[in-house]
């Protein structure tokens, strides 16, 4: 195994938002708190320190209810659950959508993170301890977005009414789905036991997040992950307050609003707030509150509330009341003694909107760590790519501007372009002065000129490429067949690739090799050689 670390801004693959929050830009600045390093991180333990002995009961006692029937849980697991109750106890939180069988491979890489920087401020902060938590995604309703997941190029998909938080749907169907990508898997021992992982998961559990909570206990229990449904009564009483706030004030699309004003002027902006950032969620529906004059109207249905009323549905349903993008992150730290949220790009950038709001309800602002990402590189491609010249930071290139650098490098007409280009613009700087001397009106005739030669010249380059690569077809076809491996369809394959194919050719030493490459706090890409 090798590994290769290299800075996220020469992958190309990630937003002028990231880049500029990695390098602390003095314009990104006012939309955080803490940054990830050992002084942020001791800044945001005083923060936070002052987290409700109470609310700290409620957790424990709510994550050992869910727990309950939960086969097969480590001491580890079982050790930092009861330690939420401690005042020393602090957790690293990231959190996923309930995708078929884990959908992409950076769920993997998610929580791999918030345990590795877990281990790694426990020896930083010896006084303080440190619980990785795994936020399931139960409420949301997106089914389309979970439904399936990528193996070898084919999607195997649940098909299923869909309706409602996706944390409680049956999973009823999953056996014809098991039945299916059993059929792609063989008979190896890897096989074996991921056949034996999905029907334990699916066939034997009867919901969505019982079936992705044995999973991630499966898979991670061992390093003590701790994994927390937000779909519970106790823990949204603890809420309750924000929500209520929330229906009378609408204090989130106030503050939000002012954030994203200063945000837009240099930053793409993730989402919008509503005036109310609530769901009413019933058993097979999560439909949005929408106030209208003194009545609250949940939509789509007949649903009508007066104020008293929504306040009383609220008192004696709490768990009906199910917080938006906007109002989960607070959500979540108010529940949770929690010190950093670990996510992709996208999450990071909605929660940089985020930061007034918590400012206004009073809840220390956490801080934000971009996951790491990974490029896995098995040994026949690394001696491809060895065979072919390409750097490991050369296969992140564009696909056309790879082959265009490559062809030339590898070709045996030595004509270089560039400084045709350079002896020619010089030329006609002289020409320019001749012309400001002499007849001004010959300036812009000249400029014509100029640019038509620069265009020419512009042309034959492209022309001769494209004759090179003719020329050089096998090469370029073994360089488009190397990187659309590494990167299907011209993304990470992160964001494609199920964790089941190398699984399958590596077994558990595949998260052995994850757990040990993962850097979290270095804020750089991981190229993994296997």
């Excluded at 837009?264 to 529906?285: G, S, W």
């Excluded at 390409?390 to 372009?417: G, P, R, T, W, Y």
Aim: proline share 3%.
């Amino acid at each position: 195994m090798k590994i290769t670390h290299i800075p996220f801004q020469q992958t190309g693959f990630f937003s002028k938002t990231m880049i500029d929050y990695i390098e602390k830009k003095e314009n990104i600045q006012p939309f955080y708190n803490n940054f990830p390093d050992y002084d942020g991180f001791a800044k945001q333990i005083e923060e936070k320190k002052y987290f409700s002995k109470e609310n700290r009961i409620i957790l424990e006692e709510s994550l050992l209810k869910q727990y309950a029937n939960l086969k097969n849980v480590s001491e580890s697991t079982f050790q930092n659950i009861n330690s939420l109750k401690e005042k020393n106890t602090f957790t690293i939180t990231t959190g996923h959508q309930l995708n078929l069988f884990t959908g992409p491979l950076y769920f993997l890489y998610k929580i791999i993170s918030v345990i590795n920087l877990c281990e790694e401020l426990a020896e930083k902060f010896p006084d303080q301890h440190f619980v990785p938590i795994y936020w399931m995604a139960t409420e949301d309703h997106d089914f389309d977005e979970i439904n399936y997941f990528n193996f070898k190029g084919s999607k195997v998909v649940w098909d299923r009414p869909d309706g409602g938080a996706v944390g409680r749907f049956s999973t009823d169907g999953l056996q014809a789905v098991f039945e299916t990508f059993s059929k792609h898997l063989g008979s190896s021992r890897n096989a074996n036991y991921l056949q034996s992982l999905f029907k334990r998961a699916y066939v034997e559990h009867t919901n969505l997040t019982e079936a992705t909570r044995f999973i991630a206990n499966e898979l991670f229990g061992e390093y003590g992950l701790v994994v927390i449904d937000g779909d519970d009564v106790a823990l949204k009483r603890v809420f309750s307050s924000v929500v209520k706030d929330e229906l009378l004030n609408q204090t989130s699309f106030k503050a939000t609003t002012s954030t994203i004003e200063n945000l837009e002027k240099e930053y793409k902006v993730q989402v919008n707030p509503r005036e109310i950032n609530l769901f009413y969620l019933t058993e097979n529906r999560r439909e949005r509150i929408v106030k209208e004059g003194n009545d609250y109207i949940i939509n789509d249905t007949d649903l009508v509330f007066s104020e008293d009323e929504i306040l009383a549905e609220l008192e004696n349903h709490p768990e009906r009341f199910s917080p938006n993008v906007i109002m989960r992150p607070l959500y979540q730290e108010v529940i949770l003694p929690n010190l950093c949220y670990v996510g992709g790009g996208g999450e990071m950038a909605y929660w940089l909107e985020l930061k007034d709001y918590f400012n206004t309800v009073e809840i220390p602002f956490p801080i934000l760590l971009l996951r790491n990402s990974v490029l896995v590189v098995s040994e026949k491609q690394s001696k491809k790519l060895k065979n072919l010249h390409i750097s490991l930071e050369e296969i992140f290139m564009k696909q056309h501007d790879l082959l265009a650098k490559k062809v030339k490098e590898n070709s045996d007409i030595e004509f270089n372009f560039l400084d045709a280009k350079t002896l020619l613009e010089q030329q006609f700087l002289m020409l320019q002065k001749v012309a400001e001397e002499t007849d001004v009106s010959f300036v812009g005739a000249v400029n014509a000129q100029q640019r038509k030669q620069l265009k020419g010249l512009e042309n034959l380059e492209k022309r001769l490429l494209r004759a090179e690569k003719r020329k050089q077809a096998d090469f370029v076809s073994r360089i488009t067949e190397v990187q659309n491996q590494l990167f299907p369809n011209q993304s990470l394959e992160e964001r494609q690739r199920n964790f089941s194919e190398y699984y399958l050719e590596h077994g558990g030493s595949f998260i052995e090799a994850l757990k040990s490459s993962l850097k979290p706090l270095q804020l750089e890409f991981t190229i993994l050689e296997l």
